[in-house]
């Protein structure tokens, strides 16, 4: 609690470098927006999933709900910057890429849809015509954290809030998380307010839609964060989170609030083991995991972390076998009977952008 405050309080004294930040995204949209700078366009439907802040607002989940809702009726393709990783410029990912050549997130696409095209390139003007050179029966690209940059402009944009750090109560970088101008969600055609209470009620809803203000025609859409069953790292083993097990969560995401939330009411106890976002773990940390892991006394205990974490520990396969390192999967639930309606405009954009070929 103590550390929170002070950090908090230390960023409240960030302010002036907050409005400088201001300044600098609010000159920079302003060019956009007076065609100082161009934007170019691409003719083929790119679906942009993005954000107005740093940390986990849900893009990775909700990449993967679209390849899921899309796959058997186009071809479909990621673009990613690919965060982190070791390589610079494009790459598309085949069967002996790895996390540190593409970066966590795409790696995680590959390795769940063998079949999907997955890009990575951090000039995704650029990319673009090199992965249509790569995968010319491309129909559809779905563009990850791609939404602040306007160097693109992409056909339908889907912008992600978090329940709990709604844009409209975040300030700027550094005292808060916003990287772009509150003002940009106007240029969204779809908000989805993500990792909602499974209970949001009606009024609430009123309330929440009240306070982001949809500009005319804007969508906005709710959904909450469902966990399916855990799985073993190596082998897959699936298994069910039981109240009586104790649990070492083991973490390198931006906001593991819900998780957390989660072994709160499905495991006996659980201790965290909280690493930077996009941590690249080493083997020194696997060992501190082992330690730390050995250290609990409960006899029912297991090591649990998420499929973003897994995909950068899964090279120490060898040493994992034996550990009982379990991997939850996460996709997003469309609450108040609305997920048909998202699905159905998702769609309709694709097979219109094709008419209008």
């Known amino acids: ?13 960030l302010l002036p470098f907050a409005l400088v930040y201001w300044l600098g995204i609010s000159i920079r949209n302003w060019l956009y927006d007076k065609k100082v700078y161009t934007s170019t366009a691409f003719g083929l439907p790119l679906i942009c ?15 993967e709900y679209l390849v899921e809702l899309l796959q058997d009726k186009f071809k479909v393709a990621t673009l990613s910057r690919g965060y982190k990783r070791k390589t610079k410029g494009y790459t598309l990912a085949n069967k002996n890429s790895t996390a540190l050549e593409i970066g966590d997130e795409p790696m995680q696409f590959h390795l769940k849809f063998p079949d999907l095209a997955v890009a990575v390139g951090e000039k995704r003007i650029e990319a673009i015509p090199q992965l249509l050179h790569d995968r010319p029966e491309t129909q559809v690209i779905i563009l990850d954290d791609g939404f602040q940059h ?7 944009n889907i912008l992600l809030t978090d329940y709990s750090n709604l844009f409209t109560r975040d300030f700027y970088l550094p005292t808060g998380d916003l990287r772009d101008l509150k003002s940009s969600y106007k240029r969204a055609e779809i908000l989805v307010v993500t990792k909602c209470k499974p209970e949001l009620g009606e009024v609430e809803r009123k309330k929440l839609l009240n306070e982001i203000s949809p500009a005319p025609g804007q969508l906005v859409f709710f959904t909450t964060l469902e966990y399916g069953q855990a799985f073993h790292i190596t082998n897959e083993k699936k298994i ?28 006996s106890s659980y201790h965290l083991m909280s690493f930077p976002d996009h941590h690249i773990f080493s083997i020194d940390d696997l060992n501190d995991i082992k330690k730390r892991f050995e250290d609990i006394r409960h006899k029912d205990k297991i090591i649990l972390t998420t499929e973003k974490d897994a995909v950068r520990l899964v090279k120490f396969r060898n040493d994992l076998t034996e550990l009982p390192l379990y991997v939850i999967p996460v996709r997003h639930r469309f609450l108040f009977g609305e997920g048909e309606k998202f699905d159905k405009v998702v769609g309709e954009f694709i097979t219109g952008f094709k008419k209008r070929e």
Request: hydrophobic share 45%; glycine share 12%.
């Open 150 to 156: 306007r160097a693109i402009t992409a056909g339908l």
């Open 49 to 63: 999933i993005g954000n107005l802040s740093v940390g986990g607002t849900g893009k990775s989940p909700m990449v």
């Open 240 to 267: 069910d989170l039981d109240i009586n097990t104790e649990v070492l969560l083991v973490t390198g995401i931006a906001n593991p609030g819900p998780l957390k939330k989660l072994l709160e009411e499905h495991s």
């Open 1 to 13: 609690m103590f550390s929170n405050f002070f950090l908090k309080s230390f960023r409240i004294l």
